[in-house]
């Protein structure tokens, strides 16, 4: 009798992972219908591209050199009082004057090559596969071309600072980088002695991250930088094989930013008392949820994880999604910029769906705009590409 009870209690088990991998596997391929037309045609616009890199943009504002990134603080302008000093802050309101030719220069990179493994991973075609390395070389390893692997000259302010810790979060862009050259590894057109110099380069950049002053305040932060300064760490880790660093992103996401971050209902204190609430919950919700999809293994499910005071990655999505449903129901004041824009199809509601087996997410998400064309919107969207992060 106990090895038929036993026996009934297996298949029972059995199927409940049968029935959950099928629902998962379900929403995957929902999202590659609607996003498949899309991918391929933003990828063979791709594949009449040639690399543009930081190299093609200088500026005598950059205290670094021609390999060095550069960008301006965004919330930073000239001073009426004294027009030749030091800029002064308008928080919340965008200086369309500030360097930003590197930034768009690494979002049009991460962009591309993101549409170029998607469509490999939709058509095994080795055609985007080369050209996504085409790309990756100029960015990570022609001397000519390449891109210094730190921040230092990142978020300057005319007259105060050449650079500043809280530009790091800049290099969120460089995400989709590393997890489309993680994708394409085993690909024909591969070269194992080029994936050493790809490698290195992510590994001196982490080495600068974790040791330098500004990565040091950045990941101290207490807010959507901070979230960020483990995301993006987490990115590259995985693509390294760092595991002590994946173990420090696991500890940060579970005790630090989990529990001083989010507020017993789910939301961010921090992001709401800013200029941009609306905008600011949903950029920190994406980032700690792609902790979630990026760090989540059979040790550690990141997406089931609760604190002691039931503080968890679901309660999140569960406090802003009505919001996102309905955006004129969000009780706290509208951002100062770009209200009308958010949200679109914010990657915590797929990886959610997938993760929480809430097709209603899903839904919501199918809805929205996959597309968007305002630069503000793309910057705080590095997860693009959601194929290449199943």
Same mark, same amino acid.
């Given at each position: 009798?106990? =090895? +038929?009870?036993? /026996? $009934?209690?297996?298949?029972?088990?059995?199927?409940?992972? /049968?029935? /959950? +991998?099928?629902?998962?596997?379900?929403?995957?391929?929902?999202? !590659?219908? @609607? /996003?498949?037309?899309?991918?391929?045609?933003?990828? *063979?616009?791709? @594949?009449?591209?040639?690399?543009? =890199?930081?190299?093609? $943009?200088?500026?005598?504002?950059?205290?670094?050199?021609? #390999? *060095? $990134?550069?960008?301006?603080? *965004?919330?930073?302008?000239? *001073?009426?009082?004294?027009?030749?000093?030091? +800029?002064?802050?308008k928080d919340g309101l965008t200086n369309p004057d500030n360097f930003t030719a590197h930034r768009t220069a690494m979002i049009n990179f991460s962009k591309m090559i993101g549409a170029l493994t998607s469509a490999y991973i939709l058509t095994n075609d080795e055609k985007y596969a080369r050209k996504a390395f085409e790309h990756a070389r100029a960015w990570l390893i022609d001397t000519a071309t390449r891109m210094n692997p730190h921040m230092l000259y990142a978020q300057a302010i005319k007259g105060k600072f050449t650079g500043r810790g809280i530009g790091i979060i800049d290099m969120i862009q460089f995400m989709e980088v590393a997890q489309s050259l993680l994708k394409l590894e085993h690909s024909k057109s591969a070269d194992k002695v080029e994936y050493k110099l790809f490698r290195n380069w992510f590994d001196q950049y982490l080495k600068w991250i974790t040791s330098h002053p500004y990565g040091i305040d950045e990941?101290?932060?207490?807010?959507?930088?901070?979230?960020?300064? =483990?995301?993006?760490?987490?990115? $590259?880790?995985?693509? =390294?094989?760092?595991?002590?660093? !994946?173990?420090?992103?696991?500890?940060?996401?579970?005790?630090? #930013?989990?529990?001083?971050?989010m507020d017993i209902d789910g939301s961010f204190p921090k992001e709401l008392n800013r200029t941009k609430p609306f905008g600011y919950s949903l950029f920190n919700l994406d980032a700690m949820s792609m902790l979630c999809q990026i760090l989540s293994d059979k040790y550690n499910n990141l997406w089931n994880y609760s604190t002691q005071n039931n503080k968890s990655i679901e309660k999140g999505i569960s406090f802003i999604t009505p919001f996102v449903k309905n955006k004129d129901s969000w009780p706290f004041k509208k951002d100062l910029m770009y209200w009308d824009q958010w949200p679109v199809a914010q990657p915590f509601l797929l990886f959610g769906a997938y993760a929480l087996k809430k097709d209603d997410l899903f839904n919501t998400w199918e809805k929205l705009d996959h597309a968007p064309q305002t630069d503000e919107i793309i910057r705080n969207l590095p997860v693009r590409h959601p194929l290449i992060w199943f």
């Open positions: 009798m106990k =090895t +038929y009870f036993s /026996l $009934f209690i297996v298949s029972i088990i059995l199927f409940s992972c /049968l029935n /959950l +991998y099928g629902q998962r596997l379900n929403i995957q391929k929902e999202a !590659i219908t @609607l /996003l498949k037309s899309g991918i391929l045609k933003e990828a *063979d616009e791709a @594949l009449r591209s040639n690399p543009i =890199t930081i190299t093609n $943009f200088q500026t005598e504002r950059s205290a670094g050199g021609k #390999h *060095d $990134f550069f960008s301006e603080g *965004d919330y930073w302008w000239p *001073d009426p009082q004294h027009p030749d000093g030091p +800029y002064i802050q990941k101290n932060a207490v807010n959507n930088h901070a979230t960020c300064w =483990t995301m993006q760490v987490a990115a $590259f880790a995985k693509f =390294t094989g760092n595991k002590l660093l !994946i173990d420090t992103c696991i500890y940060r996401y579970k005790y630090v #930013h989990l529990p001083e971050q």
